[in-house]
């Protein structure tokens, strides 16, 4: 078995071993203590917390590339709305997103010339009108059957230039 590879990591460890002289939360639960989770892309540039004006602990965060309701992204969503208090469900995509920037198979040929992998038999979820991907991953949400009663779904796209959320009506 291979070691934990400490010296890629030295950057991290180090600043954990900041983080844990203030720690301040071991008093928060599993519950997300606003109701709310957020879907959103893994893009480094947003903040989906400070987004909302919330702190840890009140809100369940799931991120992938481009922000797409996926079989994953449902079945953290069914365990949330029963078991960890969400009563509310903000899918929020961004502007300048590299989802958004290309069809399925330009991102594959890139990735083919450019590091020389094969990667079609992935499905990237690669959009070419934002909206409409957004108005479909709300109203996929919204029709699942698994999902607890009385959650309510809303779409909005997030901004990367000026931090703004608009909400779109799915």
Do not use: W
């Amino acid at each position: 078995m291979p070691n934990f590879p400490h010296e890629e990591f030295a950057d991290a460890l180090a600043a954990n071993a900041e983080y844990i002289k203030s720690f301040k939360y071991s008093e928060l639960t599993g519950v997300a203590q606003q109701g709310l989770a957020i879907v959103t892309c893994m893009d480094s540039r947003i903040n989906p917390l400070s987004v909302v004006g919330m702190r840890s602990g009140d809100a369940k965060i799931l991120r992938n590339a481009g922000a797409r309701v996926t079989e994953d992204v449902l079945r953290t969503l069914v365990l949330a709305t029963y078991l960890l208090g969400v009563k509310r469900i903000l899918i929020m995509p961004h502007t300048n997103c590299r989802m958004a920037m290309g069809e399925e198979a330009d991102i594959h040929a890139l990735i083919q010339q450019e590091h020389g992998v094969d990667t079609r038999s992935l499905e990237f979820r690669t959009v070419s009108d934002q909206t409409k991907a957004l108005k479909i991953d709300v109203n996929r949400v919204r029709a699942y059957p698994l999902l607890n009663d009385g959650v309510v779904v809303g779409g909005a796209i997030y901004d990367v230039a000026n931090g703004k959320i608009t909400p779109v009506d799915c």
